[in-house]
């Protein structure tokens, strides 16, 4: 099924990253096919078989048929912060269903029938967990402290193995937070801004924030996802870490919400540390290797990414 134009695979194409990437890939005029948990998503390919990446031979017969050039593997199982609290052994046992066991399954089909694949496996900086070190890069030492971050230096490692074991072009990005107007509101990013779209339209009367001082290095999506490529592109896999290298709170990205739509946030918002199921540490990651490798930088500023994406939902 090999044709004329690059072609990709993208594993968790309906999440925010995969509807982005999706159309990149199909501007750049790539064949792509997207796989999620119920839908398939194709532009150039003529694929409509629905695939379950926890089963072996689905994915081997869809890689055994496409032979991708590039395979981005996006899909996660990740539970937020403020997501209702979920017992430890089943978010243990989903996380390495999805982050570690179906991710080989890929590994697996391109070491024995597609070779020259390139594949992207989305990391995340909750790899480093309680971090002592004020900027990560991709020399600090892992230290996991959830089930997420603990199967996500899971996959790292079987890309590092298969790179190093197998020669298979498997390069991991360590993602730090990213947003897009395809955020759902389970993140404290979207909660914001459509609360305070609502508050504005009077649907709304207050919010209540878990920890106005939580810091976090918050980057654009599309960014990130142009990052992804680049890494693909590069005739060595090699791990890289995708941030802005600034710091925001949450109580910055109110301001800038509420001041965009004139807004006091001093009357809508509140906090109530009760909310906040997991505490977490500050993370700002160094992106100097990345730029250094494929000239990569972040494109807007904190305060246009929020502004972008609230002209965007509204």
């Known amino acids: 099924m090999k044709t004329k134009h690059k072609t990709a ?3 968790g194409v309906n999440g ?4 982005i990437l999706f159309d990149f890939l199909s501007s750049l005029n790539y064949g792509v096919v997207g796989v999620d948990k119920k839908s398939i998503k194709t ?3 003529d694929w409509n078989k629905k695939v379950d990446i926890n089963k072996k031979n689905d994915v081997f017969n869809l890689i055994k048929a496409i032979k991708p050039d590039e395979v981005y593997y996006l899909a996660a199982f990740h539970h937020s912060s403020q997501d209702k609290k979920i017992d430890f052994y089943d978010d243990l046992k989903m996380s390495y269903e999805i982050n570690v066991l179906a991710f080989t399954n ?3 089909a391109i070491r024995n029938f597609s070779s020259k694949t390139k594949i992207f496996y989305a990391s995340s900086s909750l790899i480093f967990g309680n971090c002592k070190d004020k900027i990560q890069n991709e020399k600090t030492p892992f230290n996991p402290n959830n089930p997420y971050g603990l199967t996500k230096v899971n996959g790292m490692m ?5 790179r190093e074991k197998y020669n298979i072009f498997a390069a991991a990005g360590i993602l730090y937070n990213h947003e897009s107007e395809y955020r759902t509101e389970n993140f404290i990013s979207m909660k914001i801004i459509k609360s305070a779209l609502n508050i504005k339209r009077g649907m709304q009367k207050e919010l209540v ?3 106005f001082g939580a810091v976090v290095d918050w980057g654009y999506a599309p960014d990130y996802v142009r990052a992804m490529h680049s890494m693909l592109a590069l005739k060595n896999a090699d791990d890289f870490v995708i941030a802005t290298g600034k710091s925001h709170s949450v109580l910055d990205f109110i301001k800038v919400t509420f001041n965009h739509l004139n807004l006091d946030w001093r009357q809508y918002i509140q906090e109530n540390k009760d909310i906040i199921i997991e505490k977490r540490s500050v993370l700002i990651g160094d992106y ?4 250094s490798k494929t000239n990569w930088k972040p494109s807007v500023s904190f305060s246009e990414m929020i502004k972008k994406i609230i002209d965007q939902v509204s």
Not at 288 to 291: D, E, G, M, Y
């Open 9 to 11: 695979l993208i594993i």
């Open 16 to 19: 925010q990253d995969g509807k």
């Open 43 to 45: 532009f150039k390919i």
């Open 106 to 108: 890929f590994l697996e």
């Open 158 to 162: 079987l890309c590092r193995l298969y």
């Open 209 to 211: 924030i878990g920890n």
């Open 288 to 291: 100097k290797k990345l730029s």
